[in-house]
């Protein structure tokens, strides 16, 4: 049974639309705080984040305190029923502090060390930033933690980046040392016999550096782990005296869009509530459902971050950036439809970068609610307003979550090793262009799906799809068995089942433990050049009805079907004719192999045959135009569906019989609709 999540907080059980405030950029300026409380409740405001980057303004000199100016804004803003998140400054340090303790100074790969600047650049072993931290920490929690106006904490910023200091390498080792216990295990898991790099101690092992080792990839992968493991570790320390002082009040920090350097899977552990940081290049192309749907995929792996609990948007610009190639602005309607993209996968939160553009430094051209001419005629303005008003409209979606019955595993772990491999294709595998290019042949469809990583449980899918699973970790191919053996549908792609957790080749036949469920052996894998291409013919008659042929790229797979059955074969080169394309009936289920990287039109009618066969559930069930996508939330007795069209041009969608409420207007809807250039609308069933 779906349950409804309880909201962030239940001081304040309504979509949050706001953003991260900076009025520690404006105390010598009251009056502009004032006409920002103003425009706050014009614009439908209800949450600003503060205090992200105001170490120095909280505490000017080591040891010496200053929260007078915050305790007034939080009570200024509680006043006129403005709420808070608010935010631990760690994520930039004030001068003071790093010239007098270096440590905090992170070092780079390369061994150097920064100098003070910038953000998000501190040593995250460091004891004494991490003491620093917590004091201050202590001292926000004591003064703030049971604000009524306060409804969750935002810890530090965008965590990121890696630190190559001699206390991280100390740390790194004697993580080591906990995961291997002797020298031995280390040497056996990470193939150091190779050019001579086996270790005789644990002081000679160092992080990787461009002028040191980059090649042993058991060192790199396990580098990455740790990084995660200490930067989550970090989070930790923050967390601790927050929580010491209010359990109750839940924490989040902010997460980035398809970030490498850290495993989020780990890292969501320490959190109460996922958010993450949005933003695409709108416009920057013709082609809408390629980065639709990207984002698409983001907020769905986000929202499985925590297994459904719904998330929070927390920056997201209502006109443009200023770091991306080109800023550009938003065209109208986009707004609110990337807003309620975000909503339709999950989020409970609209929240800006920024509220007002900073007067200087690097981000005073990014864009904000409230613009340098500091009054509210302004068309972003007036689109902020309008999303503020709309969710007000959307209370009962609060707590709804998404429910998918299809997943494609896009896991981390497997993400760094398949990129570090040296061969089979340098130029690039792609591993992320291939779980966007399966990804969208369900957006096209509306078809909900969650984005998990190879150990979550399978067992409340009907259909995985695993693209490139390289990395197979212990215990994963077993559980895959036992889901299709239970009647679960697998689909697994090329250069799948090659190394286990440690990076080292399974012996023996690949897709190695992969081997049994697929009913293959993977004998060569060839590479293409950019540009060229080889094709898959499908068989006549085929059990998925598929005709015809499509075109392949990148890499492909020279297998023998052992006892999968062959749906398609290749179309040229000297491996013309062998199996491309198999499926193996094994159990209850079936677990299908796709041998190459195949064009979009392929995943539209593999996957348009496969859902037809195994009938998982749809936003609603309709013909979707192209660019047009349906998600739903649900709280397991309505149905919200979202129909959101991301072309440019008018797109009309027949509603067939059923007749559904436009939960906005409130009026009942059936017949034909016609969707504005980047409209939306939200709908309502009971289920
Ligand atoms: C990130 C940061 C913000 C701001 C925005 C600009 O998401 O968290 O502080 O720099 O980028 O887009
Ligand atoms: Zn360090």
Not at 76 to 99: F, H
Not at 257 to 281: H, Q, R, T
Not at 480 to 502: L, P, Q, R
């Amino acid at each position: 049974m779906v349950k409804k999540y309880a909201p962030i907080n239940e001081k304040f059980p309504h979509f949050y639309h706001g953003g991260d405030y900076n009025p520690d950029q404006w105390l010598k300026h009251p009056e502009i705080i004032d006409e920002d409380i103003r425009l706050m409740k014009l614009s439908n405001c209800n949450v600003m984040t503060i205090g992200i980057f105001a170490w120095t303004a909280l505490e000017p000199e080591e040891g010496k305190f200053n929260f007078k100016w915050l305790d007034e804004i939080i009570n200024k803003l509680y006043k006129n029923g403005i709420y808070v998140v608010l935010a631990t400054p760690s994520g930039a340090r004030p001068a003071w502090l790093s010239l007098k303790y270096p440590e905090v100074l992170r070092v780079n790969a390369n061994r150097v060390k920064n100098l003070h600047g910038e953000r998000h650049n501190h040593c995250y072993t460091s004891p004494i930033y991490r003491e620093k931290v917590a004091i201050l920490n202590r001292k926000l929690a004591e003064r703030f933690a049971n604000h009524p106006g306060v409804l969750l904490w935002h810890i530090s910023n965008e965590f990121g980046g890696e630190c190559h200091c001699e206390l991280c390498q100390e740390a790194f080792r004697n993580w080591l040392k906990e995961r291997y216990g002797t020298l031995e295990e280390l040497n056996e898991a990470w193939w150091t016999g190779f050019w001579s790099h086996t270790y005789t101690d644990w002081s000679q092992i160092q992080s990787p550096a461009p002028q040191g080792d980059t090649t042993l990839h058991g060192l790199n992968l396990d580098w990455k782990r740790f990084v995660t493991y200490q930067t989550t570790d970090f989070i930790r320390q923050e967390v601790k005296p927050l929580k010491e002082v209010n359990p109750n009040l839940s924490v989040t920090t902010n997460l980035m869009e398809f970030y490498e350097g850290l495993d989020y899977w780990k890292l969501a552990k320490e959190i109460d509530i996922v958010s993450w940081d949005n933003y695409p290049e709108w416009h920057c192309d013709t082609d809408f459902v390629d980065l639709a749907s990207y984002i698409s995929m983001m907020h769905d792996f986000f929202r499985s971050l925590k297994s459904g609990k719904p998330f929070m948007l927390m920056e997201s610009t209502p006109s443009m950036t200023n770091w991306q190639s080109l800023s550009k602005l938003k065209k109208p309607g986009m707004h609110l439809l990337s807003s309620l993209q975000a909503v339709a996968h999950g989020s409970d939160t609209v929240q800006y970068f920024q509220w007002r553009k900073s007067r200087g430094a690097s981000e005073k051209f990014h864009g904000a609610v409230v613009d340098h001419c500091g009054h509210e005629n302004t068309r972003v303005f007036k689109e902020v307003t309008e999303v503020g008003d709309i969710l007000t409209k959307l209370d009962e979606i609060i707590g709804t979550t998404v429910v998918a019955e299809t997943a494609i595993i896009l896991d981390t772990e497997n993400r760094w090793a398949v990129k570090d491999a040296k061969g089979p294709r340098n130029c690039g595998v792609n591993y992320e262009e291939l779980v966007k290019s399966q990804y969208k042949a369900f957006w096209k469809k509306g078809i909900p799906v969650d984005v998990i990583d190879m150990q979550c449980d399978f067992s409340k899918y009907k259909l995985l799809v695993a693209p490139m699973l390289y990395m197979v970790k212990t215990g994963v191919a077993e559980r895959i068995e036992e889901f299709v053996k239970k009647g679960g549908t697998f689909v697994a792609t090329y250069w799948s089942g090659i190394v286990d957790e440690n990076d080292l080749c399974f012996l023996g036949g690949f897709p190695g433990p992969l081997r049994k469920v697929l009913g293959i052996w993977a004998e060569e894998i060839d590479s293409l050049y950019d540009g060229e291409t080889n094709g898959v013919v499908l068989q006549t008659n085929n059990e998925l009805s598929l005709a015809g042929s499509y075109e392949a790229i990148e890499l492909c797979d020279l297998i023998h079907a052992e006892t999968a059955e062959v749906l398609g074969v290749y179309k040229k080169d000297f491996y013309a004719d062998r199996p491309a394309l198999t499926v193996n009936k094994f159990g209850k289920g079936k677990a299908y192999y796709i041998a190459t990287r195949l064009s979009d039109d392929f995943n539209d009618a593999f996957y348009g045959a496969l859902i037809n066969e195994i009938n998982v559930n749809r936003a609603v069930d309709i013909e979707l135009p192209l660019g047009v996508t349906a998600q739903m939330r649900t709280d397991g007795e309505n149905k919200y569906i979202f129909i959101m069209n991301f072309n440019d041009t008018d797109k009309t969608i027949s509603l067939g019989s059923e007749s559904y409420s436009n939960v906005v207007s409130g009026k009942k809807m059936e017949g034909k609709i016609i969707l504005k250039p980047f409209g939306a609308i939200v709908l309502k069933h009971r289920l």
